[in-house]
């Protein structure tokens, strides 16, 4: 499921669009709404991860990528559903091998259905991080967090209209799933929003072929 947020429909209309995305989601959304700074959490939590070798899954405009100080040597690898997005983010997609580091930014509560449909990509995504990499991502709970009355307006309508499925996510179920996974893992929510790092990644039983959820 694509997320309408950060959708780019024409090239043409890609300034604006970073405008607005960064301005509404970016600027907007995650002070007032998820009470999850964008400057003094979010960047510094995405940069103390970033690797040399990275993955960005569901890339959106590359706010995040475009705020570090990424240097020639760094090999980044983008992946979205959106293929403006990627055009928009300038990415590199189909490189094969492990990464050092793979980010799931904002992308869990894009995706709809239950949080137990969702948990999988853990172990797909896993099977591409190398054995000292990490897997970082945030993502916006639906559950067990307390929302503000600008964030639970956001909140109901987005996923009133599909743009979020996220009214069940609960940090329990992807912390679970991530230790189920990875032999470290770090989670806490700032806001409403789950932050989360896991390393170590855990040998996979069924010794089974990297496949990415993309649905
Ligand atoms: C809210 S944006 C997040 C952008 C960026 N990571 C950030 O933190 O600002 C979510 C992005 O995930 C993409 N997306 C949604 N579902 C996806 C999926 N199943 N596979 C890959 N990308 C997906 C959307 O197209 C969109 O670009």
């Known amino acids: 499921m694509m997320c309408r947020l950060c959708c780019i429909p024409d090239l043409s209309l890609i300034q604006t669009v970073l405008f607005i995305y960064d301005f509404w989601v970016i600027g907007i959304s995650n002070l007032y709404a998820w ?19 990275h993955l960005d899954i ?6 995040f990528l475009a705020h570090d100080d990424l240097k020639e040597d760094n090999q980044v690898t983008l992946v979205d559903l959106n293929k403006n997005s990627l055009e928009a983010a300038n990415g590199r997609i189909g490189k094969k091998g492990k990464y050092d580091s793979i980010s799931l930014c904002y992308l869990l509560h894009c995706m709809l259905g239950p949080s137990e449909e969702k948990v999988p990509l853990f172990a797909n995504v896993k099977r591409n991080l190398s054995k000292r990499g990490v897997l970082l991502g945030s993502t916006i709970l639906g559950q067990g967090v307390s929302h503000n009355w600008f964030g639970q307006r956001l909140i109901n309508a987005y996923n009133k209209k599909g743009l979020f499925g996220n009214v069940m996510d609960s940090r329990r179920v992807f912390e679970d799933s ?21 390393r170590r990644p855990r040998r996979d039983s069924s010794g089974g072929r990297t496949t990415f959820q993309t649905s």
């Open 58 to 63: 569901g890339v959106g405009t590359g706010y």
């Open 35 to 53: 009470r999850c700074p964008t400057g003094t959490v979010l960047v510094p939590f995405f940069n103390k991860n970033l690797s040399k070798k």
């Open 178 to 198: 991530l230790r189920e996974n990875f032999g470290d893992v770090e989670c806490r929510v700032e806001g409403a929003v789950l932050l989360f790092e896991a």
